[in-house]
């Protein structure tokens, strides 16, 4: 697959531009960290999988907020997890790219949004 960056994948209909949609989502451990991987889709079907990074993971479920001062994740808990980030990323727009022989997800920069100004 060829590098993509961000201004190569956009939700935004435009010519010649793919759009990347995550289908499933993963969460398992890889020794004892957490990890998210996402089967991603584009519009002709083709699929990838791909990591999530962890600043990208903190931002959706900050640890905080579901483990309070705890070190340590439960079963339970990772059940907790996979559901809450199956719900709130299945269907998103993303954008993928590869590092070190490996290949992550993030979602599309507000950078290339404008705020025009609203219609009454």
Partial sequence: MKRLDSSSVNC???????KLHIQTVEVGTDGERLKV????VDEDGA???????????????PRNV???????????MLLVIEATLTRLLTGRCVRVWEYDDRRY????SWRSVTIGEASL
């Fill in 12 to 18: 935004i209909a435009e010519a010649n531009m793919r």
């Fill in 37 to 40: 991987f996402s089967q991603i």
């Fill in 47 to 61: 699929e990838t999988r791909a990591e999530l990074p962890q600043r990208e993971l903190s931002t959706l479920l």
């Fill in 66 to 76: 579901l483990l309070g001062e705890s070190k340590i994740v439960s079963a339970e």
């Fill in 105 to 108: 997800f993030g979602f599309l």
